[in-house]
Structure formats: structure tokens, C-alpha cells
């Protein structure tokens, strides 16, 4: 496999384990986050850290970007130190930002006008994915960067999809969202029924989580709302964004999905009462009484 001079900004709960993957497979990794002590473990394994986007970016032949909201993908492409500013022509971009479809798009028409090539490429799996090398990529653009791109990202990743063309990838994920959010709710209810009729929940999990109830949120979260364990895999800030996204983007289609609605409601709540930084299984806190 060919050794790429990669830059990756955006080390945070997932971006950090994706980052830590492609150093252990020895590529060259240029990574930017806003705090250094929180690149430390990175810096450690061998990953130089740059005091802008565009430093990081310069010089690189693959610059994966994973931040939080649409507004930081904006700065970190196309803001004063950013990757638009420095990068060359023949860089590969790749934005694994859950954010727009139209943000996307523009990302992708501006590479080209520069001799770049943009494909957005969000991911599924939480933080237990990133660790694991096991997430779920679904990408947009062209389809040879695509191929290009594809041996890194298998560092990562173990269902790789290619969606179409650029936007589509941010599509799918939002699609991904909305399953999720009305699961969560799901798994949440199912648990708080269970505690109340006085069952085992563990033994309970044992029996819905391998026949038709089956899900990814009730296999990994709902352990971990059992023992108490609300910490963030995704955040429950980001999620609500996401949502927030789909929903918009649903508006402009003509569609109505009352069970995204709700959920995002009830996310909102939390966020009144300081959940933001916790992960999205604290949804279970929403039924305390």
C-alpha cells in the first residue's frame, strides 16, 4: 500500500482513533486541533501538529477534516488559515463532518476550480467504531477519488460505501441519523419499561438484542446506559445539529418526519438542563421522573 503524507484536522473523540490508524499503518500525519495537550497522545506516535488548518494541510497529499459543526467546516476550508489557503493543486479533500449536503457540494465545485479533488465522507459507529477500525463510511464524489482514497480509508473503516456523486454522502448520513434517533428512543423506552416491571435488564438485552429489535444503539449503548455510563461516544450537541440538518433538508423536499421531530424535541430538552457534552444514550435521563 502506498504511503501517503496525510494532514487530518479535528482530533477529537473519533477523529484522534482514526488519526491514531493511520500513523500505525505509517503514513505521515499532519494534524491540527485548536488545543495541542489534547494532540499529545498523537504527537507521541509520531504525528507533527501545526498551528492552523492550512499549515496542517500544506504539503499533504490527503487532508481528512472531521469537526464539529457546518461553521467550522466553513473556517477550516475556506477561512483565513485554512486548507483552501495553502493546500496545492492534486490534494485529495475529505470531510467526515456530519454537515450539509449543499456545504458539500459547494466544497467539492471550489477543489475543482483550485485542481483539487473533494469527496464528503461522514461516518457511523461512534467512538467504539473509530477504536476498532470498524466504521461505516459513506462517501460523495467523484467515483475514481473515491477508488484512490478507498485502501485509507479500509484503515478505518469496514463498510464503505460509495453514495454518488458529491453531497451524497452527507445524504446517506442523515438518513443514518434519522434511524437513529427514533431507535434511541426505542432502546430507552424499552429499558425504562423493563426496570419498572422489575425485570433483569442485562438478561432482558440478552433476548431483544439478537432477535427482530435488534440494533447497532441497542447492542452498544443500552450496556451502557445499565451500568450508568453516559459518556459520549457522540455527543448529545452534535446529534442535535444533525438532526437539526435533516430536518431542514427534509423542508426543502416536502417531507414531514414527525419521529425525527420528536426526538429532536426531546434532545432539546436535555440540552436546557446542560446534557450537551454526554452522549446520546443519556436520552434515558429524559424519563426521570
Known sequence: MKKWTIGFIGTGVMGS?????????????????????????????????????????????????????PHDVEEVYFGENGIFKMSKAGTRLVDMTTSQPTLAKKIAKHAETTGMEALDAPVSGGDIGAKNGTLSIMVGGKKDVFEEV??????????????????AGQHTKMCNQIAIASNMIGVCEAIV????????????????????AGSWSLSNLAPRIVKGDLEPGFY???????????????????????????????????????YDDLGTQALVDYYKS
Open 17 to 69: 482513533s482514526i488519526a491514531m490508524h493511520l500513523l500505525k499503518a505509517g503514513h505521515t500525519v499532519h494534524i491540527y486541533t485548536r488545543t495541542k495537550a489534547k494532540a499529545e497522545a498523537l504527537i507521541e506516535l509520531g504525528a507533527s501538529w501545526f498551528e492552523s488548518p492550512g499549515e496542517a494541510a500544506e504539503n499533504t497529499e490527503i487532508v481528512f477534516t472531521m469537526v464539529g459543526y
Open 150 to 167: 478507498l485502501p485509507v480509508f479500509e484503515l478505518f473503516g469496514e463498510h464503505i460505501i460509495y453514495q454518488g456523486e458529491a453531497g
Open 193 to 212: 419499561y423493563g426496570k419498572k416491571a422489575g425485570l433483569d435488564i442485562n438478561t432482558v438485552l440478552q433476548s431483544i438484542s439478537t432477535g427482530a
Open 236 to 274: 448529545i450537541k452534535h446529534f442535535i445539529k444533525d438532526m437539526g440538518i435533516a430536518l431542514k433538508e427534509a423542508e426543502m423536499m416536502g417531507l414531514q418526519l414527525p419521529g425525527l421531530s420528536l426526538a429532536k424535541g426531546m434532545y432539546e430538552e436535555l440540552s436546557q438542563k446542560g
